[in-house]
């Protein structure tokens, strides 16, 4: 069946390190590919996305490339702020299918 | 805030009872998704719904059912509840354009307590 991974639980970055969080997809299909975030209290909102290989999302400085070679979506972004803490949510969507697969998700907390 | 709103908040209640979860959908939304977010199982998606109709099940049990009305709000009935079945429920809609389903919205969740 679909699956997605992430590796990390949690990452602890100063404000102002880079990022990269790890995401690794198997599937039969070339899927769909998002990156969602969560607050706390809140449902989990499209951070961004990327439906085909070699496509890259792009969202308040993260980005995500489509990589079809090695299964992957990684998150990066060049300086982290405070404000990015939050919860981060691998997921994958087949083409012709409606749900969602999701990672375990990631949680971000950026130390002062 | 998404436009996809769910109630209760928070509903506590005990072991073998049966509860009702409300969504509206984004006005225009015409597809209803249903998520768990448990601690160990992590986001799952339970069953889709498109117009009133069902379109698709992933992991739902067969104590959980779900419909939708015509007014296109839905709502997740839990049966004969576990210890277990405490999660965040959360429900999502969209909206399907030239025949593809787009972004999912989702609501702010139900927290289920079974104590």
């Known amino acids: 069946g679909d699956s997605v991974v992430q590796t990390e639980g949690q990452v602890l970055p100063s404000e102002g390190d880079s990022l990269i969080v790890n995401c690794s997809y198997e599937?039969?299909?070339?899927?769909?590919l998002f990156w969602y975030v969560q607050y706390p209290g809140e449902g989990p909102q499209l951070h961004l996305k990327?439906?085909?290989?070699?496509d890259k999302g792009r969202n308040k400085g993260f980005e995500a490339m489509y990589r079809k070679e090695t299964t992957s979506f990684h998150l990066e972004k060049d300086s982290v702020q405070e404000s990015d803490s939050a919860v981060y949510f691998c997921a994958l969507r087949k083409e012709g299918r409606r749900a969602l697969t999701f990672g375990s998700g990631t949680r971000l907390q950026v130390q002062p | 805030d998404s436009g996809v709103t769910q109630t209760p908040k928070h509903l506590i209640t005990a072991t073998g009872q049966r509860v009702t979860l409300r969504c509206s959908p984004r006005s225009g939304d015409l597809s209803v998704y249903w998520y768990q977010q448990s601690l160990d199982q992590g986001l799952q998606f339970l069953i889709q719904?498109?117009?009133?109709?069902?379109?698709a099940k992933g992991n739902i049990l067969e104590r959980f059912s779900a419909q939708q009305f015509p007014d296109l709000h839905s709502e997740l009935n839990l049966s004969s509840l576990e210890l277990g079945d405490s999660a965040l429920y959360f429900c999502?809609?969209?909206?399907?354009?030239?025949?593809?389903?787009?972004?999912?919205?989702f609501g702010p969740g139900t927290r289920l307590t079974v104590l």
């Open positions: 599937t039969t299909q070339y899927p769909s």
């Open positions: 719904y498109y117009n009133g109709e069902e379109r």
């Open positions: 999502a809609s969209s909206v399907k354009v030239a025949g593809y389903y787009n972004e999912q919205f």
């Open positions: 990327a439906m085909k290989a070699n």
